[in-house]
Antibody, heavy 124, light 109 residues
Framework: EVQLVESGGVVVQPGGSLRLSCAAS????????MHWVRQAPGKGLEWVSL????????YYADSVKGRFTISRDNSKNSLYLQMNSLRAEDTALYYC?????????????????WGQGTMVTVSS | AIRMTQSPSSLSASTGDRVTITCRAS??????LAWYQQKPGKAPKLLIY???TLQSGVPSRFSGSGSGTDFTLTISCLQSEDFATYYC???????????FGGGTKVEIK
């Protein structure tokens, strides 16, 4: 079964740091780019970051650029999001999502597999 | 950044109705558009990509059309399990800066 399982979400104070993890299974992890997408309570979806299949290229939403770092460990089938200088507006459910196009195929940055999400609350 | 505007933000419909949701991009995005369905407490589900290509396993009552700046998602015969929130998402921009529409909530009339 294809599966993504996020972890690491907690309550953290403004200015604090946190690392989220996402464990992948059921597919060839290093064939695909991966993403983080977040959803604030009662709000819509916001793309956060993308990492290429080999980790060589990373991209960020302007709202997190310079504060968040995406990374992956293909030997562990795992994706990470290091979150620094957290703000109240970073409070959200963070989803790990698989890019639908395999390496070498036509780029399609749509998300065909999602995890269940991990909640990050930034509050004093 | 490319802005995606969905309309309406919500609608009420009955089982069996034909429902159309519109998504407009702030600049041309060719056919680099996806649609998702999200039910309360659940992760989004990919319905359509490349504006009109149905994702595997998605019922044929869902269809997508459009290119450039204007797109539509149509549900031809609304079923009870289709009551949900729908989002469009563009993946045209490079370097990648992916953006979603604000969502359309489909409610029971």
């Amino acid at each position: 079964e294809v599966q993504l399982v996020e972890s690491g979400g907690v309550v953290v104070q403004p200015g604090g740091s946190l690392r989220l993890s996402c464990a992948a299974s059921g597919f060839t992890f290093d064939d695909y780019a991966m993403h983080w997408v977040r959803q604030a309570p009662g709000k819509g979806l916001e793309w956060v970051s993308l990492i290429s299949w080999d980790g060589g290229s990373t991209y960020y939403a302007d709202s997190v650029k310079g504060r968040f770092t995406i990374s992956r460990d293909n030997s562990k089938n795992s994706l990470y999001l290091q979150m620094n200088s957290l703000r109240a507006e970073d409070t959200a459910l963070y989803y790990c999502a698989k890019d639908m196009a395999a390496v070498g195929a036509t780029t399609v940055h749509a998300f065909d597999i999602w995890g269940q999400g991990t909640m990050v609350t930034v509050s004093s | 950044a490319i802005r995606m505007t969905q309309s309406p933000s919500s609608l009420s419909a009955s089982t069996g109705d034909r429902v159309t949701i519109t998504c407009r991009a702030s600049q041309g995005i060719s056919s680099y558009l996806a649609w998702y369905q999200q039910k309360p407490g659940k992760a989004p589900k990919l319905l359509i990509y490349a504006a009109s290509t149905l994702q595997s396993g998605v019922p044929s009552r869902f269809s997508g059309s459009g290119s450039g700046t204007d797109f539509t998602l149509t549900i031809s015969c609304l079923q009870s399990e289709d009551f949900a929130t729908y989002y469009c998402q563009q993946y045209y921009s490079y370097p990648p800066s992916l953006t979603f529409g604000g969502g359309t909530k489909v409610e029971i009339k």
